[in-house]
């Protein structure tokens, strides 16, 4: 299904970027379209609504978006998905009155997917889901047109809310797709319907929800129940549920490619040179030698960078340029993403690395490798600062304390640490290697900054927090805060 000019007689003529007229969001969803609108994105969030958008009242435990739909229309969306009009917007503003609105999101994410001829690729795993996801897009964006999820846009309203956005002219279409529950990606992938599904790999997360990494694996493995026919699932060869994986996959007539290490793997990394500043590869993709650079410093991204190199080339796509499109990938903020702080000496500042939006014992370890690559400045010291780790299960505490060898090899000199949980690793730290523990990211917030001195490396990751639950954030913010603070003479 294509947009329907003829729909919006009487308005503006349709412009070539848009992806909903009034007429087709209508007949998709059911609903009934009031005016003659066509938008150019699809918003849920008021605040950030533009000029041509669809704005989507959508409706939670805690919030009802039916309360900003006029502020929306004010701001110059073309029209709001509602599933009733709002006492405060006119009788005669442009909207699409459906029963449900996230429903009828669901509706236009089905229908965008349908009517696009692009090869799709899904991306999940227990960690990487989002890097992989920003490589693809980069990497695909060498090659022709790309949509992607924004942040981390991988759940229930995430998924539809990207789909629902793509252009029927999209060459590749890069979905997160995330879950902590079992049965939360079955519908997501059947909505996405890939053509490759990668899972980065399995590890010990959302453990909270799950009684064993097996049940992990087998939720995760719900991604193959979306694949096309003849797709492909690209999977991670070193990784002990491997087999586990293939044989679910075959179950469901899935092809299987992987990569890693792996003398049998279809993308297969030869060799690594690993740098503080990122890493020189060497690997055999689909029989083909390639060679690139990253210039984003882990082991973990480069494993992750086979994977991406694998799906394009079983896209059709070229794999050599799209190896050398990835030399411009940066980590993106709270995962890994590196900033120089001036504070007094500007031939010696000071390296933030903020991993603050998540976290889980196999990323904390994959972080303080990358830590331990980076040589901090004259007189400085590599310090981590460790928030909670979140949905762990039983063994919470443990896996908590386990990260203290971890660190040693590391050679972090200083640890602090925020919330409940991770006092158990602060106590198994030697007293030389405690710095300060808080359960409040707020009051670590104000110790932090007043430690550190030029030349300093500071690595900032826990757990992303909300309500009562430590925000490693904060600490972000008031370490980005310090050159101002300095300035001022504070």
Same mark, same amino acid.
């Given at each position: 299904?294509?947009?329907?000019?003829?729909?919006?007689?009487?308005?503006?003529?349709?412009?070539?970027?848009?992806?909903?007229?009034?007429?087709?969001?209508?007949?998709?969803?059911?609903?009934?379209?009031?005016?003659?609108?066509?938008?150019?994105?699809?918003?849920?969030?008021?605040?950030?609504?533009?000029?041509?958008?669809?704005?989507?009242? #959508?409706?939670?435990?805690?919030? =009802?978006?039916?309360?900003?739909?006029?502020?929306?229309?004010?701001?110059?969306?073309?029209?709001?998905?509602?599933?009733?009009?709002?006492?405060?917007?006119?009788?005669?503003?442009?909207?699409?009155?459906?029963?449900?609105?996230?429903?009828?999101?669901? $509706?236009?994410?089905?229908?965008?997917?349908?009517?696009?001829?692009?090869?799709?690729?899904?991306?999940?795993?227990?960690? &990487?889901?989002?890097?992989?996801?920003?490589?693809?897009?980069?990497?695909?964006?060498?090659?022709?047109?790309?949509?992607?999820?924004?942040?981390?846009?991988?759940?229930?309203?995430?998924?539809?809310?990207?789909?629902?956005?793509?252009?029927?002219?999209?060459?590749?279409?890069? *979905?997160?797709?995330?879950?902590?529950?079992?049965?939360?990606?079955?519908?997501?992938?059947?909505?996405? /319907?890939?053509?490759?599904?990668?899972?980065?790999?399995?590890?010990?997360?959302?453990?909270?929800?799950?009684?064993?990494?097996?049940?992990?694996?087998?939720?995760?493995?719900?991604? *193959?129940?979306?694949?096309?026919?003849?797709?492909?699932?690209?999977?991670?060869?070193?990784?002990?549920?491997?087999?586990?994986?293939?044989?679910?996959?075959?179950?469901?007539?899935?092809?299987?490619?992987? *990569?890693?290490?792996?003398?049998?793997?279809?993308?297969?990394?030869?060799?690594?040179?690993?740098?503080?500043?990122?890493?020189?590869?060497?690997?055999?993709? #689909?029989?083909?030698?390639?060679?690139?650079?990253?210039?984003?410093? &882990?082991?973990?991204?480069?494993?992750?960078?086979?994977?991406?190199?694998?799906?394009?080339?079983?896209?059709?796509?070229?794999?050599?340029?799209?190896?050398?499109?990835?030399?411009?990938?940066?980590?993106?903020?709270?995962?890994?993403?590196?900033?120089?702080?001036?504070?007094?000496?500007?031939?010696?500042?000071?390296?933030?690395? =903020?991993?603050?939006?998540?976290?889980?014992?196999?990323?904390?370890?994959?972080? *303080?490798?990358?830590?331990?690559?980076? =040589?901090?400045?004259?007189?400085? /010291?590599?310090?981590?600062? #460790?928030? $909670?780790?979140?949905?762990?299960?039983?063994?919470?505490?443990?896996?908590?304390?386990?990260?203290?060898?971890?660190?040693?090899?590391?050679?972090?000199?200083?640890?602090?640490?925020?919330?409940?949980?991770?006092?158990?690793?602060?106590?198994?730290?030697?007293?030389?290697?405690?710095?300060?523990?808080? $359960?409040?990211?707020?009051?670590?917030?104000?110790?932090?900054?007043?430690?550190?001195?030029?030349?300093?490396?500071?690595?900032?990751?826990?757990?992303?927090?909300?309500?009562?639950?430590?925000?490693?954030?904060?600490?972000?913010?008031?370490?980005?805060?310090?050159?101002? /603070?300095? /300035?001022?003479?504070?």
């Amino acid at each position: 299904m294509t947009p329907n000019p003829k729909a919006a007689t009487g308005s503006a003529p349709v412009s070539s970027d848009t992806i909903w007229t009034a007429h087709d969001a209508a007949q998709v969803t059911g609903g009934k379209a009031h005016g003659a609108w066509h938008a150019r994105a699809i918003s849920i969030d008021s605040r950030t609504v533009a000029k041509g958008d669809l704005f989507v009242a #959508l409706q939670g435990d805690n919030m =009802d978006g039916h309360r900003f739909v006029a502020e929306a229309l004010a701001k110059g969306a073309a029209a709001a998905m509602v599933s009733h009009r709002p006492d405060d917007v006119d009788d005669h503003a442009p909207l699409l009155v459906v029963e449900d609105t996230l429903r009828g999101l669901e $509706d236009l994410a089905r229908a965008a997917r349908a009517r696009c001829g692009g090869r799709m690729i899904a991306v999940t795993g227990s960690v &990487g889901k989002t890097g992989t996801k920003e490589m693809l897009a980069l990497a695909c964006g060498a090659l022709g047109q790309v949509h992607a999820s924004k942040a981390s846009y991988n759940n229930h309203w995430g998924v539809p809310y990207t789909l629902a956005q793509m252009h029927a002219g999209t060459d590749y279409g890069i *979905f997160e797709i995330g879950m902590n529950h079992a049965g939360e990606i079955t519908p997501l992938t059947q909505m996405v /319907r890939p053509h490759i599904a990668i899972i980065t790999t399995i590890a010990a997360v959302h453990m909270e929800h799950f009684e064993s990494e097996a049940a992990i694996a087998a939720a995760k493995a719900e991604i *193959f129940s979306g694949i096309v026919p003849g797709g492909v699932a690209v999977l991670n060869a070193d990784n002990p549920w491997f087999e586990t994986l293939r044989h679910e996959a075959a179950a469901k007539g899935v092809s299987v490619k992987s *990569f890693g290490e792996s003398a049998q793997a279809d993308a297969r990394l030869a060799d690594v040179i690993e740098a503080a500043n990122g890493s020189r590869v060497k690997a055999v993709i #689909l029989g083909q030698e390639i060679s690139f650079t990253l210039a984003v410093a &882990g082991r973990h991204h480069v494993q992750n960078a086979l994977a991406v190199l694998l799906a394009i080339g079983l896209a059709g796509g070229d794999i050599a340029l799209a190896a050398k499109a990835l030399a411009r990938w940066d980590a993106v903020g709270g995962r890994g993403k590196r900033e120089l702080i001036t504070i007094g000496d500007k031939d010696n500042p000071v390296t933030l690395i =903020d991993e603050s939006y998540n976290a889980s014992p196999v990323a904390m370890r994959a972080a *303080f490798k990358v830590l331990a690559l980076i =040589d901090p400045g004259r007189g400085g /010291r590599r310090i981590a600062v #460790l928030g $909670d780790m979140y949905e762990l299960g039983n063994d919470a505490a443990k896996m908590h304390e386990d990260l203290a060898l971890p660190l040693q090899a590391a050679d972090v000199q200083l640890v602090y640490t925020c919330g409940p949980l991770m006092k158990s690793l602060y106590n198994k730290l030697p007293p030389e290697q405690r710095g300060a523990h808080s $359960d409040d990211s707020v009051e670590l917030a104000k110790i932090v900054p007043d430690v550190l001195v030029p030349g300093d490396v500071v690595m900032v990751k826990g757990s992303r927090g909300g309500g009562e639950k430590p925000r490693m954030q904060v600490i972000v913010e008031a370490l980005r805060a310090l050159p101002e /603070r300095w /300035r001022d003479g504070k």
